[in-house]
């Protein structure tokens, strides 16, 4: 039972795992390796959100959280290079919400500001 527990990496861990971070732009590729890359795309979600296609020699995987595929007034849609990945891993906590339309949701946000 680890409720409430705190410590579960030290300072040193942390500071050891920053310095492996490195950023990504969008559709921009990084080579890990000579067999790996990994390509970031425009999920359209939220501001910064990603997807991201790591490829593995001849296998590949797109990775994303939720994207959006209609855009609106603030974020466009989601953009992604033709494709065929091995393996999609996706968000689907609203893939069966069935939604009031934009216009709708537009108007009872305004009438909440």
């Known amino acids: 039972d680890r409720y409430g527990e705190t410590d579960f990496f030290t300072t040193q861990q942390i500071k050891q795992c920053i310095k492996k971070v490195r950023t990504i732009r969008v559709h921009e590729t990084i080579q890990i390796d000579k067999d790996i890359s990994v390509k970031c795309y425009y999920a359209g979600h939220v501001l910064g959100a990603g997807m991201f ?6 296998q590949s995987v797109l990775y994303t959280g939720d994207y959006n595929m209609t855009p609106d007034r603030h974020l466009g849609c989601a953009w992604v290079d033709r494709c065929n990945p091995t393996v ?4 689907s ?3 069966t919400t069935i939604r009031d339309s934009k216009r709708c949701r537009e108007r009872d946000f305004l009438k909440k500001v």
Do not use: F, R
């Open 88 to 91: 999609l891993i996706s968000e």
């Open 93 to 95: 906590t609203y893939a």
């Open 53 to 58: 296609l790591v490829k593995v020699g001849s």
